[in-house]
């Protein structure tokens, strides 16, 4: 596994925290996304040549210099439109309204507008690059978002369907099997200054969406592996044990052990950890904003504790590793019961095993937890000691059809939920969480 970056140029070391505190750019992630116009070595090498010439103290003007010098554009994506793309697909005749079917129509072209492939250059100088080279084009969230992104992909894959692109679909499905081929397990992003942290998983589901649209069994068969090891992923490494009375349940939590700042929001974190006196406490400040983002909510006032335990402070004080979120729960015993599924459908007792035991433990759980009738809002205040006063994203989840979840028939938890809410309430729209939380 590689669970985090190590490069001395896009990730850590002097020339990312003299560039980025320069504040040359206005966002730190247009640095990170730049290319070397030379080799690592030789920008390195012309790092140490120009601090010296400049007394270890150089100018702004003369950073900028030196950027210019060893830097460019990343420039790594050409426009991509997949072959399967069609502007007329049978949904559209179902829509009877006109208004509503050329919404829909002109909602579809976007596939042409955020489409990429990477470019040939990114596989000849990986090393120039901070973008981690996939094989298949794949659609990018846009605006400053111009890479892959983890979470984002399965609700594009979503309309992907509707809008019968699934050889679109197997392409991103592949590109993410070729990064967990890689690393182990899929960052945030596709860039190696995403590797400190994931997102919340879907690669099982986006998985189970293709291959129940596919009935593609040698497809599964041949990539089963990867998704296994995803998901165990999340089990070693973000799992955590809850003992509650006699039981102790599995669940799992965001969590990232990378105790630098983002090299994408560097000078953002840096001065967001400023209050804090001690480095201890700074380096804490920065892994908890690298958890609070691998939950795909950043920011919410769900991840952030104050000295009473509510969400009254700023993003200083996200501490997302103290939640147990209902969302990522959800999707993992979702993912668990595909998998089990698909081992059984290539008949594969002995693997289906692990599928089966982690359905089991995630139905231990949420079943217990997850769609009770009277639990619309529980699920976060049992598991992080938070109550919910509104219906917000993730606390719906696993109500939808009770899809992410198995059937319920225990409701021991529920009835203890009074005693152990602290009746405050906190939100996770942007909106309530730009008034305050109550
Ligand atoms: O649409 C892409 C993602 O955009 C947001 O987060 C991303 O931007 C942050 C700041 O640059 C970065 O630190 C984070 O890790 C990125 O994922 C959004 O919050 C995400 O949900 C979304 O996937």
């Known amino acids: ?106 909602l579809m072209t976007i596939w ?25 084009g794949f659609i990018i969230p846009g605006g400053r978002f111009k890479e892959l992104y983890y979470w984002d992909s399965y609700w594009i894959v979503k309309g992907l369907l509707i809008s019968e692109m ?10 993410f099997l070729s990064i967990i081929a890689k690393y182990g397990f899929v960052p945030n992003g596709s860039r190696i200054y995403y590797l400190s942290r994931s997102q919340p998983p879907v690669t099982t589901m986006i998985a189970g969406e293709y291959v129940e649209a596919s009935k593609d069994i040698l497809w599964l068969k041949k990539n089963i592996k990867y998704l296994d090891l995803e998901l165990r992923y999340w089990i070693d490494y973000k799992s955590v044990k809850i003992r509650k009375g006699v039981h102790v349940y599995t669940l799992s939590r965001y969590i990232s052990d990378c105790t630098l700042p983002r090299p994408e929001s560097y000078f953002e974190d840096i001065e967001s950890c400023e ?31 104050d000295e009473t335990g509510g969400c009254n402070a700023n993003v200083s004080y996200s501490d997302a590793k103290r939640v147990i979120p209902v969302d990522l729960n959800s999707f993992l015993c979702k993912s668990f ?43 976060i205040m049992i598991i992080s000691n938070r109550s919910t006063g509104g219906i917000s994203g993730p606390v719906i989840l696993p109500l939808c059809g009770r899809k992410y979840t198995i059937n319920l028939n225990s409701l021991d938890l529920v009835k203890q939920l009074p005693s152990i809410s602290n009746g405050r309430n906190c939100f996770s729209t942007k909106e309530e969480f730009q008034h305050h939380c109550f």
């Open 1 to 106: 596994l590689t669970l985090r970056c190590n490069n001395s140029i896009f990730c850590t070391g002097p020339l990312l925290h003299l560039i980025q505190m320069s504040k040359i750019f206005a966002d730190s992630k247009t640095f990170v996304d730049m290319r070397m116009l030379n080799s690592p070595e030789e920008v390195l090498e012309n790092w140490d040549t120009f601090m010296e010439e400049n007394e270890q103290n150089p100018s702004k003007y003369a950073i900028k210099k030196f950027i210019t010098e060893n830097f460019n554009d990343g420039d790594e994506l050409e426009y991509w439109i997949g072959n399967d793309y069609t502007s007329t697909p049978r949904i559209l005749r179902k829509i009877e309204d006109m208004i509503v079917r050329n919404f829909t129509a002109s």
């Open 112 to 136: 042409n507008k955020l489409g990429r492939k990477v470019k040939p250059e990114v596989f000849q100088y990986p090393e120039r690059y901070s973008f981690v080279p996939i094989p298949n």
């Open 166 to 175: 699934l050889n679109t679909v197997k392409g991103m499905l592949e590109n």
């Open 275 to 305: 209050i804090f006196e001690t480095e201890m406490l700074k380096k804490k400040c920065y892994q908890d904003l690298k958890s609070a983002v691998e939950t795909g909510w950043d920011f919410s006032s769900r991840w952030i504790f």
């Open 337 to 379: 019961k595909l998998m089990s599924k698909f081992y059984g459908m290539l008949n594969d007792d002995m693997n289906a095993t692990f599928g089966r035991t982690n359905t089991i433990i995630g139905r231990k759980v949420l079943i217990k937890l997850c769609t009770a009738r009277k639990m619309e809002l529980g699920m």
